[in-house]
């Protein structure tokens, strides 16, 4: 319904934009038209005259210089009014399909499968939503500029017709001829719109890991070769953009220069050898000198638009692919409580294009009020299970329960709400500690607000000046790692969750922050389920259960709380 209403919208904007492009095209060629009738007043002879005042007399305007003149002052004051509306309509339709197709493209993205998003590449899908959806803007701006250009081109012909058929129908073909000659152009433009496209994603790649790894980069003084990526990727998109200013440039030279041949040949013709009178050859003139620069930008504005129309085929592949793999929608479905365990049997994950499984045959119980810790190494398969007991993911085969009910569909999708995940790298907005500790959680009180920050052992926030109302900087800059983490694990409690994942959560804190939130994860023994993600340590020497992975597969378990 709500696609059917956006569509009908798209229509009435469409519709009343081609009716203002008709409007302004009509009040041009007739205020050129009246041009026939002034010279004719003013002594100037033409044989187009007669049937020009006949229609002119047909509406009431007398054969006069006044009512002609003011004829012509309200023409062109209406086609002014005309083309400003015609021009905000024009940018209020961008504008709307612009952030139309932005925000379905970032829903696409949020509510898309985990494993088919992991399949996006970050930096390419950030291009998009930045700067190649604002291309497209671009482009169909240019395009309505086209279609008015060429609209106003068909007024100023039936104008150009009413003075002399036979002069308009020369000009017509030349016309023609010149659009037949750039045939070439936009073929060039498509490729060139192509190769811009992916220079973009090259610049945004570029920049968007460079600043994630600037830490990175000058600990391992990388910074000229970091300057010379992004200036290599700059460089090919300027020589991109230049070659395609370039071919437009000359081919507007050759216009003009064409459209300067064609002028003088027809008044050599009209003078020459059609005899015609000043009050014809001079409308006729003005009609042509107006109609060669309209053609170069109907030209220019149809090449910006077959420029970016590739940007248009990225948006809508990306909002495709996203789209179709869809999660199902929760309503009405009751997320699980966990009572008891989760349960995965034979349990196997496989990625498109992975050469192994990640997981397979995971046959694992995990206790509803325990801790479990996950070990192995990098590309053992540990995330993914996790993902798998937080319903990211769904198993190709083998099953996962929860209290015996299958987590599967929109149930998969509702238990992620009883769910907490508390990542290695923090994830903080520049905001307050209590809005983003409200991520978690909008309406959360203040008092509960403070409970979870003690239950997290981040009481250090109580000592800061403005307590939770301090804003914590980019990326919590003004805190430590350890802070960090420690809100994260607070933000997490917020929700009260019923399972409690933390993916590697202090390993690259000090022994002290690391000893606080261990403290802090022994408290919460009873009141949930504990998943954690460690190497050998303090976390794996909380656990009721130690769970060693490698290669996809349980390698080794111990259910005695003791580190083996």
């Not at 700067?131 to 068909?154: K, M, W, Y």
Request: net charge neutral; charged share 15%.
């Amino acid at each position: 319904m709500l696609k059917l209403l956006e569509l009908n919208r798209a229509g009435r904007a469409v519709a009343a934009l081609g009716l203002l492009m008709l409007a302004s095209a009509i009040t041009e060629g007739i205020g050129l038209v009246l041009v026939v009738p002034v010279l004719g007043v003013l002594g100037a002879a033409g044989g187009s005259q007669a049937p020009i005042m006949a229609m002119l007399e047909a509406i009431g305007v007398p054969h006069a210089l006044g009512p002609l003149l003011m004829l012509f002052v309200v023409l062109v004051t209406l086609r002014a009014l005309l083309n400003h509306a015609r021009t905000m309509a024009a940018q209020r339709f961008e504008i709307a399909l612009v952030d139309g197709l932005r925000k379905r493209a970032w829903r696409a993205l949020l509510y898309c499968d985990w494993r088919e998003l992991q399949g996006f590449r970050r930096s390419n899908s950030a291009s998009l939503l930045i700067s190649e959806i604002d291309r497209i803007g671009f482009g169909v701006n240019q395009l309505i500029a086209a279609l008015a250009g060429a609209v106003t081109l068909i007024a100023i012909g039936l104008a150009a017709l009413a003075i002399s058929p036979l002069v308009a129908g020369l000009s017509a073909l030349a016309g023609a001829l010149v659009l037949l000659a750039y045939r070439g152009m936009r073929q060039r433009a498509g490729a060139l719109g192509e190769a811009l496209g992916k220079s973009y994603a090259q610049v945004h790649s570029n920049l968007s890991e460079g600043l994630v790894a600037l830490r990175v980069i000058k600990s391992l003084g990388r910074e000229a070769a970091a300057e010379q990526a992004s200036a290599t990727s700059f460089a090919e998109l300027r020589q991109t953009q230049l070659k395609f200013w370039s071919a437009q440039g000359q081919g507007q030279v050759a216009l003009q220069a064409g459209g300067a041949l064609v002028l003088a040949l027809l008044i050599w013709l009209a003078i020459d050898r059609w005899h015609l009178g000043a009050a014809t050859i001079l409308p006729l003139v003005a009609l042509f000198v107006r109609a060669v620069p309209l053609l170069g930008g109907v030209q220019d504005a149809w090449l910006n638009w077959i420029h970016a129309r590739s940007a248009i085929a990225a948006a809508q592949s990306l909002i495709a692919r996203a789209e179709s793999a869809h999660e199902p929608e929760p309503k009405g479905i009751v997320a699980p409580t966990l009572q008891r365990a989760i349960t995965l049997t034979d349990v196997t994950v496989q990625f498109a294009g992975a050469p192994t499984a990640a997981l397979a045959n995971i046959t694992l119980t995990i206790p509803a009020r325990g801790i479990t810790a996950l070990s192995g190494p990098s590309g053992a398969g540990k995330s993914t299970l996790a993902d798998l007991l937080g319903g990211l993911l769904s198993p190709d085969l083998g099953s996962v329960e929860i209290d015996g009910a299958v987590l599967e569909g929109p149930l998969r999708q509702a238990w992620r709400a009883r769910v907490a995940y508390v990542q290695q790298e923090p994830v903080l907005l520049a905001t307050s500690i209590a809005e983003n500790l409200r991520w978690a959680a909008p309406e959360a009180s203040v008092a509960q607000l403070e409970a979870a920050l003690r239950d997290a052992a981040a009481n250090f926030v109580f000592t800061l000046p403005a307590g939770i109302e301090t804003v914590v900087g980019d990326g919590g800059r003004i805190l430590s790692g350890g802070e960090l983490q420690r809100l994260m694990l607070a933000r997490a409690l917020l929700r009260d969750p019923a399972l409690l994942i933390l993916d590697e959560a202090t390993s690259a804190l000090d022994p002290v922050n690391e000893t606080l939130i261990t403290a802090a994860l022994d408290r919460l023994r009873g009141r949930m389920a504990v998943v954690i993600i460690c190497h050998r340590g303090a976390l794996a020497g909380l656990a009721d259960q130690l769970v060693q992975l490698d290669s996809g597969r349980i390698v080794a378990m111990d259910s005695s709380g003791v580190d083996t």
